[in-house]
């Protein structure tokens, strides 16, 4: 009898605005940022929350410390591998450029999309994820499997969000930074897409664009969850400390495109999925393989 998954809980922090003025001279002094000490490529001056820093940093500066990372997915059954360089300049460059406040919050969660020297080299991940797949819904499949094998972590509540460049560079993210990521992806993929924000569970998903019997309550976005290899459009997971999510989400809308047409296969395996987890009794050979199958095909444990 397959167990009941659970599915990571994790914050999503919005700095409030106000703050202390600081003015930082970060010229090779050592940042702690994600769980590794960096160095810095620059002096930067910053403001209270919400005022942007200035730092200079060339190309020599950035493409520093490079590291070819391979990223595993999985599309229908099929594994593969997408490669991404990554710059420890690259890194230490967004690790001195602290999120800034917003009273909207939608534009507090844009700028880690929006940031112009890590798009320089996110964009380059979308065209080898074109490159791997020939048909634009495998592009989606592998872009979201991509993001969901990513490991997971936790931190402290208060911990600020990281850039989707830092979750490349140190290959681990929690709700928000994976969904960050996933949501930067697949707009320069084309499609329409939002981040989903559950205040109660403190949770964060990704919404893609889809027809509207696919998508996820009044949202108008198909459910993708981020932190665990799950099939898009399931939303029946428990969340630790949280339990099911049954909240109604904020939406903020990252870009509008494409609807993703395809995804009624997810559909129609996540319902299969649940119905057979929702057995109380053991599975027979067949039902246990058609579980098997499912998990196998979404790149999911089992």
């Known amino acids: 009898m397959p167990g009941e998954r659970t599915r990571a809980r994790s914050r999503t922090q919005r700095i409030p605005p106000g703050g202390v003025i600081a003015v930082l001279v970060i010229i090779g002094i050592a940042v702690v940022w994600g769980g590794e000490i960096s160095s810095s490529v620059g002096a930067l001056v910053a403001g209270p929350p919400g005022t942007p820093g200035s730092l200079q940093a060339t190309a020599e500066d950035l493409e520093t410390g ?16 997408i490669r991404f360089d990554a710059y420890r300049g690259v890194n230490d460059y967004l690790s001195t450029k602290y999120p800034a406040s917003y009273d909207d919050e939608r534009e507090y969660w844009l700028q ?14 979308a065209r080898s994820i074109r490159a791997a797949e020939e048909k634009p819904d495998d592009q989606v499949r592998a872009a979201i499997s991509m993001v969901q094998q990513i490991p ?20 681990n993210g929690d709700c928000d930074e994976k969904s960050l990521l996933l949501a930067y992806l697949l707009r320069e993929l084309g499609y329409g897409v939002a981040v989903l924000r559950f205040e109660q569970e403190q949770h964060m998903v990704v919404g893609i664009r889809a027809p509207a019997r696919y998508c996820y309550g009044k949202t108008g976005y198909a459910f993708i969850e981020t932190t ?12 630790a400390g949280a339990g099911r999510l049954r909240s109604a989400p904020e939406v903020f809308v ?18 299969e999925w649940n119905r057979i987890r929702g057995m109380d009794s053991a599975l027979d050979q067949y039902t246990y393989g058609r579980y098997r199958n499912l998990a196998q095909w979404h790149g999911m444990p089992y």
């Open 66 to 81: 490079q590291k070819t990372i391979n990223y595993p997915y999985v599309v229908r059954g099929k594994p593969g591998m």
């Open 112 to 125: 880690f999309v929006d940031e112009s020297i890590q798009g320089r080299y996110l964009k380059d991940l």
């Open 152 to 171: 997971y972590i936790d931190y402290p509540f208060d911990t600020l969000a990281k850039y989707p460049y830092h979750v490349l560079y140190h290959q």
């Open 228 to 239: 665990v290899p799950a099939i898009p459009t399931d939303a029946g997971g428990d969340y």
């Open 254 to 271: 990252v870009a509008d495109g494409d609807s993703f047409e395809g995804i009624w296969r997810e559909h129609t395996d996540a319902a």
